[in-house]
């Protein structure tokens, strides 16, 4: 009943609009019998194909369609992995760069966790944040996201990243700087996923955002080397020219944005590059971080 008491509402909405009561273009009037005609029609969710209800799916309705309400997606997931991407990593990490410690949460340890591999060479960037280990289901959406053109999943993938930065950030970076490819493999892929996310968390959180670093050269692939290797791989790969050094010396605290942190070794490359230029504090920003 409340299945069939929704959709009358829905159909009642969209003949309204079709008689003209609600002065609207023509656009939206196709946009709302589209809506209407789908949500009629079962959907199955990105990561486990399992169904998602009409009636769980429907978030608005066209009875107020001239807020523009038609621009607003419907989930492509069902509750149960809703849940899971929204939901930020319940393990300790280390409390600089991030690693998961494979230890649960215990509100009774207060004190500062540091991993054998930063207590025994501090790292040149100051603080690692991410939403997530990289595990299924984010692992899967985080390699659609970034090589099969999926910008439509940037809003589930900050999620659980915005909430841990609420809630454990009291002063937010002064800008978002996103980690920089070369412009052949933009070309490539046509964006460059950083700036996607660094554009998301910018609106979210009301921190500027600028591409103020550029990959001098297109480096031999990342995955599969060791820290050390990735660490040679990356060597004197970043620079900004004269008027965007100019721009960042004015900063004390930025942000580094990226979709995965597996090593650390682009975040500290970038962080030396960067404290060169004057600025005290780099942090960095991802979806998720990997297990070692």
Known sequence: MKWFARTRQEFLSF????????????????????????????????LCHGEIHPVDDTSQHYSNVSSNACSKPRSMFCQFCQSALQTPSNYRHCDQCDLPLHQKVDDSLVADIYCGGCLQSAPAYDRILCGHVFSHPVD?????????????????????????????????????????????????????????????????????WQRLVRKAHRTSLQ?????????????????????????????????????????GATAEELA?????????????????????
């Open 15 to 46: 003949q309204s609009l079709k008689a003209g009561s609600i002065p609207v273009s023509r656009a939206l009037k196709k946009a709302a019998a589209h809506h209407w005609f789908s949500s009629l029609l079962p959907r199955h969710c990105e």
């Open 140 to 208: 899967t959406l985080i390699n659609r996201f970034k090589h099969q053109n999926g910008h439509y999943l940037v809003k589930d993938l900050t999620r659980a990243l915005i909430q841990r930065i609420q809630f454990e950030y009291f002063d937010y970076p002064q800008l978002i700087l996103p980690v920089p490819i070369h412009w052949t493999k933009r070309l490539q892929r046509g964006y460059n996923q950083s700036d996607l996310l660094a554009q998301e968390l910018s609106q979210q959180l009301g921190i500027p």
């Open 272 to 292: 030396k590059f960067l404290k060169t230029l004057g600025i005290r504090r780099v942090d960095v920003w991802a979806i998720a971080r990997t297990p070692k």
């Open 223 to 263: 995955q599969g080397l060791k820290r050390k290797q990735r660490l040679r791989n990356l060597k004197h790969s970043f620079h900004s020219n004269a008027s965007a050094k100019a721009s960042l010396s004015k900063y004390d605290h930025v942000v580094l944005v990226d979709d995965v942190v597996t090593t």
